[in-house]
């Protein structure tokens, strides 16, 4: 197998043990195991990547094989895989880099880098392998290293809390994939995804199952990518490290729902699941992106615009264009990697404030962090010349081409929402007079190696990477496409964010007044309220959860646990008690007895044999 | 030539393990690898000695072998010094007896293994050793006398004592297999000729009881079925009999003994004899194309995980005094590393997947239900399942409990490296299967 390929699959793991061990002996290693760890990984990506010649690289190796009895497993790295790959390992590389400053203050450093390592090398395996069960088992590694690293300060009751949540969250989608695989060996028989692909191409499966079998891991990536309904738990894993939100909450590990869509796109588009994909992403762009208006934390305020932009790619994977998609996504995490580190060096300046309206007037303190955040913000907001201006555009050209009213309508009011509540966040941290004495006085001094260099990098990225968008569209596609000719489209765009910032600026930096007017009435406030609690989902799954399952079916099911199954496990105690008595009297530990046992067992053997082979 | 350098190397390290024990283990591991280097490059005996064979199946198993035995030279201190040079001639003979193909010589070769055995628990040093000692001998004794009286018979009515060429034809050589079986069974602790192996592997040194349990045991299981094959395919009906009956009796009667026991040492020893049940699966399967890969599957997890799990309990008895499960109180946290070693392979032994146990489980079982023996491997499986209470049990013990004291306890950079040997063994072979299933294809 090729080196590369091994790299990318074992050192990872490796890294994970010898960053946890050699960390144990002395702290700083940690770190640089981690660091040299994720540099190996980031140059084998783009070693693969300049090798890479259209044919991707293949390997069929059977995990376990004998008999009939196969489990699968190979290795498939395609122009789709080797882009995830590069954002995984680069954005990741640049994370653990930028960890040095912000995590440097943590005593369980071993653990925080083991737990990192762990998870890239999961995410790693879910993009180059090319089958279904090797992908899940990727898949899970990432959901064990999300829960993980979310409750990494477990002895805060909310981050326990939250990781358990998004375990739990995540886990409900999880047995709808693991649901499709048992589908597809059954009634297709494969659960390679390029063989999938080939057989929805030829019309080969049966469209029923294809479509359940879609629907059943979009399922999945609803929870992995944090779409409607199962978003909540992307909010609360804000409590972990703001690196880790950057790196797993924010640029990578949410990407797979999208990343599997797209893997096995040729098997939506036969399947119509597209339709629902549309529809769902369309919602949850919505609700995302009018939740993040009213948020006070910076995290949660990037958390739902996370939501609502994977939502965009989402849609336009739904509406049929891999492109307008798969380009989303590269755009979209890495602004948003720039937005959650810059968001981490502002938190790490203000001493861990998260409160954004606790914050303000850090653009004198700190103004090369306020530059970096405002880029990552501009491209967020879809402002040309930074890279989500075309992606953005690119989507919602293809939905108005292509989607049905609803995702046309609530696609585009998610995408121009999002200039407002960017400027909203960027305005109240940065702008204005310090709202707490604490950070009037003292920041933290970002250093310029480990905090401003990954910010600059990412920026440099975000804004000249549009530059080479029909490169990487032609890369992902493997042909030139041609966005929908949409008349009036970019100036119909280009005004309502205008419209939308002029309105924020001038209610947030000249008109406070004005805008505590308008809360404080009664409507607004319930509005508000509805807003800053993401439409109340999380307390309607809470309910559903605790009436219906816990309180019904669970305690149900605990009753039958209680009185039949307990009594009878109790019971077998009772019964393994007496043959071990009678079995006792064998062994009564002299060597006569052993020996008559042994002489036993000849006879038992010899007449056996006689009475057998009789006929001899 | 390997088997030359291993006999060396045993004849030289008695001159130093006295004075600088280093240079003793250096010289062990160098022969191992040594050896090692000489069987991959296909020159084991067989280019020395007529009479044995080496293809990629026995090499496999020999890699292994050798692998551990070195795990467990490196792991010694103390008064077992002496055991090193016995690794050397065991791990000799026993190449010789993996890789034979004349009953003559699987007779001799076994008697070998099994004076080395005794010599392995004649390391006395309380009254306790000495009893198992001495049941251990008395018992290997009367089998001895079993096996060559059954030799005798069989060498009456064959003209070759070639694998391929023996005369299996009419009662005689069918009544001296066997008596042979019979004798060989005491060896793998096979119900009913169990007794001396229960009480003897929880009373000799733990050292040495990670030898005859893992190491002899696994080498024996491999050896007995190349030489017993032809037999087995002869006659189904009585091998399909005959080996189904005491693999159920075997492993339940263990599995059972082993849930109440209070002595960590004896709940380890009949689930080593629980083990041996399931390994007798594949033999009765012998019809089966998969029989030899699930042998061979089986040897090989268990050879590294059952030395493993004795080799850290000698540890914890030298520097913690366990003797009972009482004793295991509170050590994941005075002893981590010892402890996540010992869970590691304890899991294996119960067999969790990912690690060896569980799939030379599966491969074995498999054979059971290609042959169509699946109400046996129904109750193997129910079997395995009873088994992870006791094994569970041992794990609440190290990790759930409160310590009574806390000092900790460190692990000898010796003693690290061998776990570290055995559980890749332990790992690799519990990820990578086709290793091991693609080596049997031509047996």
Redesign the interface.
């Known amino acids: 197998m090729n080196n590369a390929v091994y790299i990318l699959l074992v050192a990872p793991f490796v890294g994970a043990a010898l960053a946890y061990i050699l960390g144990k002996l002395k702290q700083p290693l940690a770190f640089w195991v981690a660091e040299i760890t994720g540099a190996i990984l980031f140059l084998a990506s783009v070693v693969i990547f300049l090798k890479y010649s259209n044919t991707p690289i293949n390997y069929d190796i059977p995990w376990i094989h004998y008999g009939n009895f196969i489990i699968p497993f190979g290795i498939y790295i395609d122009h789709l895989s080797i882009i995830m790959l590069l954002i995984a390992t680069g954005l990741g590389f640049l994370d653990i880099h930028f960890a040095h400053d912000y995590m440097g203050e943590d005593p369980d450093q071993p653990r925080y880098y083991s737990k990192v390592l762990f998870f890239i090398g999961g995410m790693i395996l879910l993009v180059i392998t090319k089958n279904l069960i090797g992908a899940f088992v990727g898949w899970e590694f990432m959901g064990l290293a999300s829960y993980a690293l979310i409750s990494f300060w477990y002895y805060k009751k909310s981050a326990a809390d939250a990781g358990m949540q998004a375990f739990l969250y995540t886990r409900l989608g999880d047995i709808f994939i693991l649901a499709a695989i048992a589908l597809l060996m059954i009634f297709v028989g494969t659960t390679n995804l390029v063989e999938l692909n080939h057989l929805a191409d030829a019309g080969q499966i049966n469209k029923t199952v294809a479509l359940v079998a879609a629907l059943f891991i979009f399922m999945g990536a609803i929870g992995k990518s944090g779409q409607f309904p199962l978003y909540p738990w992307l909010m609360n894993a804000m409590e972990g490290p703001t690196t880790v939100s950057a790196l797993i909450h924010g640029a990578t590990m949410v990407n797979s729902g999208i990343y599997i869509v797209a893997r096995l796109f040729d098997f939506y588009s036969y399947t119509d699941a597209l339709f629902v994909v549309a529809n769902v992403a369309a919602l949850s762009a919505f609700i995302g992106s009018t939740s993040a208006l009213v948020q006070k934390e910076i995290k949660k305020i990037l958390a739902y615009s996370t939501m609502s932009h994977l939502s965009i790619a989402f849609v336009g994977l739904g509406v049929g264009s891999l492109a307008a998609g798969m380009l989303h996504l590269v755009n979209h995490a890495i602004f948003k990697a720039l937005l959650f580190l810059a968001a981490g060096a502002v938190i790490y300046l203000a001493h861990h404030t998260k409160d954004a309206w606790k914050l303000g007037g850090l653009v004198k303190q700190a103004p090369f962090v306020a530059l970096f955040f405002a880029m990552g913000s501009l491209s967020l907001a879809g402002v040309p010349p930074f890279s989500g201006f075309f992606s953005k555009e690119l989507v919602i050209a293809s939905a108005w081409e292509w989607g049905n009213g609803f995702t046309k309508t609530f696609v585009t009011i998610a995408a121009l929402l999002s200039i407002a509540y960017i400027t909203r966040l960027w305005i109240l941290i940065f702008l204005g007079e310090p709202r707490n004495e604490d950070i009037a006085g003292s920041v933290h001094k970002p250093s310029n190696l480990w905090m401003r260099l990954p910010l600059g990098i990412l920026a440099f990225v975000t804004l000249f990477i549009s530059i080479w968008q029909s490169n990487i569209i032609h890369f992902i596609v493997g042909k030139e496409v041609v966005e929908p000719e949409i008349v009036g489209l970019t100036a119909f765009m280009l005004t309502g964010m205008l419209v939308l910032f002029l309105i924020v600026v001038g209610l947030y930096i000249k008109g406070l007044n004005l805008l505590y007017k308008i809360a404080s009435h009664h409507f607004v406030q319930t509005i508000h309220q509805i807003l800053f609690n993401g439409y109340y989902v999380e307390a309607m799954i809470t309910w559903i959860s605790k009436n219906i399952f816990v309180n019904s079916m669970a305690k149900a099911a605990r009753w039958f646990d209680t009185f039949v199954i307990d009594y009878i496990v109790n019971a077998t105690v009772a019964m393994s008690l007496y043959t071990y008595k009678f079995f006792r009297f064998g062994h009564s530990g002299r060597i006569g007895t052993y020996m008559g046992q042994f002489v036993l067992g000849v006879a038992i053997i010899v007449i056996a044999i006689l009475l057998i082979v009789k006929g001899l | 030539m390997s088997f030359i350098i291993l006999i060396a190397a045993g004849l030289i390290v008695p001159i130093f393990y006295r004075n600088n024990i280093f240079i003793a283990k250096m010289i062990a591991l160098i022969a191992f690898i040594v050896a090692a280097y000489f069987i991959y490059q296909g020159e084991s005996l067989n280019s020395v000695f007529p009479y044995f064979v080496l293809d990629k199946a026995t090499m496999l198993i020999e890699f292994a072998l050798l692998a551990t035995l070195a795990a467990v030279s490196l792991s010694l201190t103390g008064f077992e010094r002496p055991l090193i040079a016995q690794m050397l001639f065991l791990a000799g003979v026993s190449l010789g007896l993996l890789e034979t193909n004349n009953f003559f010589l699987f007779i001799v070769l076994f008697e070998v293994v099994a004076i080395i055995s005794y010599i392995l628990v004649a390391n006395i040093r309380n009254f306790f050793n000495a009893e198992g000692a001495?049941?251990a001998f008395?018992?290997g004794a009367?089998?001895s006398g079993?096996i060559l009286l059954g030799f005798a018979l069989f060498s009456f009515t064959t003209d070759s004592f070639n694998y391929a060429h023996m005369n299996i034809n009419?009662?005689f050589p069918?009544?001296a297999?066997?008596?042979m079986?019979?004798g060989i069974?005491?060896k793998l602790t096979?119900?009913?000729?169990h007794?001396?192996a229960?009480?003897a592997y929880s009373q000799v040194n733990h050292a040495a009881a990670a030898i005859l349990s893992g190491v002899i045991k696994s080498v024996v299981l491999v050896a007995t079925f190349k030489a017993f094959y032809k037999f087995m395919i002869a006659?189904p009906?009585?091998t399909v009999?005959?080996f189904s009956?005491f693999a159920v009796i075997t492993m339940t009667?263990a599995n059972?003994?082993a849930?109440?026991q209070k002595r960590v040492s004896k709940i380890l020893a009949y689930s080593s004899i629980a083990h041996s049940g399931y390994a007798l699966i594949p033999f009765a399967a012998a019809a089966s194309v998969?029989s030899y890969?699930g042998i061979l599957y089986y040897a090989i997890a268990y050879i590294f995980m059952q030395t493993s799990v004795f080799l850290i309990l000698n540890d914890f008895r030298r520097e913690a005094g366990v003797k009972y499960l009482q004793d295991l109180k509170g050590l994941g946290k005075r002893a981590p590393l010892h402890s996540l070693f010992f869970t590691i392979q304890i899991f294996s032994l119960a067999g969790i997947p990912l690690l060896a146990g569980f799939?030379a489980k599966?491969?074995a079982f498999?054979a059971g239900v290609?042959a169509g023996l699946w109400p046996i491997v129904l109750i193997a499986a129910l079997n395995s399942a009873?088994a992870v209470a006791y094994y569970a049990w041992i794990i609440k013990h190290l990790y759930f409990d409160e310590a009574k004291c806390n000092s900790t306890i460190k692990m000898s950079a010796g003693s690290l490296i061998g776990q570290l040997i055995l559980l890749a063994g332990t790992i690799y072979f519990g990820?990578v299967?086709?290793d091991v299933?693609n080596s049997t294809v031509t047996f």
């Open positions: 001495i049941k008395i018992a009367v089998a079993i009419g009662k069918l009544i297999v066997a008596i079986l019979a069974f005491y096979v119900v009913p000729m007794g001396w229960a009480d006659y009906v009585a009999l005959i009956f009667l059972f003994m849930l109440f998969y890969a799939l599966a491969v498999y290609d009873l990820i299967a086709a299933i």
